[in-house]
């Protein structure tokens, strides 16, 4: 039935065998796609594709081959039209719409309710406590207030869904795919270039010189040798902790684990602070007064051969960047955010920052410090493209 989807495939440029194929037939025959054009996408890309490098290719000639194909039992296109205009601009406390509660409903029966709203309703609707809507208080919708909801539309305002509807992204994920630790893992191996090789009368096997060579010479083994390396590899992880940098705690959590349970660094010391530094950092996430520590002492016990990793949303209040901090204990004016960064560029050749939120220009009032500390560091996206970049930078004095 699907024969010409398969030679669609095929004619552009995906590499589809005969025996995933037939792999796919079987998982239509079990209902593993569950009879819909979504499921049936899903399982395409799990039997299909070998890697995420194909996954714009598929995307474009799904797209290209079920493009009169209607969508059914998701979001209907006319409602999504309203999600995304709301004609409101309703102003409510958050403390206010917190007295609402949070949901102790799963995500599956969240599902099943909104998809019997939608059969229900045939008009847009901002605001209010039963429809799908804008500006409500109902688990679907979005610019509203509903801990634990599905969003439907508009734009993440509060950060509590718990899933995204009718939201269907064809990225390139050659260039900026989604990170996991192994990913992280691999980017910090290319700073093992860096490690000192030593003089030893053994030798160890060049792993990727072997690959190469063998490769150069048709499949034929050819083994290579090199100089065993000794680690020199030293590393300072200096990471935000609270406020909005939480809706990027996963990421930057896997980035942590990647970092620890490497072997790549011969030293890895990893503080924290809040938004920006300041006269103090922390050993510990929580941000506890036990766990301080003077940055002045982290300066001057970390020297300059030291590869320093920032990571960072670099959103806060302006104020918090470039104005002097006060000091509640020692009654006086402490050097602003700015100045502590500042301090620390001059102090570390090899510094980078690593950002999970991608820099959107303009010079919105949350924009002004990320645009700033952009400027003033070399700042990349805590991605795949990013972070591979972030590390041949920490390869060359600055």
Known sequence: MFSSFFYHLRARGLDVSLNEWLTLLEGLERGLHRSSLSGFYRLCQAVLLKSEADYDRFDQAFLEFFKDVPFHG???EKMMEWLNHPVMDLRRSLEFMMELGVTDEDLETLLRRMEERIKEQDSEHNGGKYWVGTQGFTPWGNSGWHANGIRAGG?????????VAGERKYRDFRKDNTLDTRQFQVAFRTLRQLS???????LELDVDGTIRDTGDKGGLLTIRYQKPRKNTIKVLLLMDSGGSIEYFSGLCSMLFQAATKSNTFKELHTYYFHNCIFEELYTDPRLRPQDAVSTEWVLNNYDSSYKVIMVGDASMNPYELFDKQYNWITNAYAPSGQDWLNRFKNRYPYLIWLNPKPRTGGNSYWAQTHNAIAEMLDMYQL?????EQGMKRLMVRK
């Open 74 to 76: 998701e979001i209907p």
């Open 155 to 163: 734009q993440s305002v509060h950060h509590t869904a718990m899933a």
């Open 196 to 202: 000192a090789q030593v003089e030893s009368s053994e």
């Open 383 to 387: 991605s795949a493209e990013g972070l």
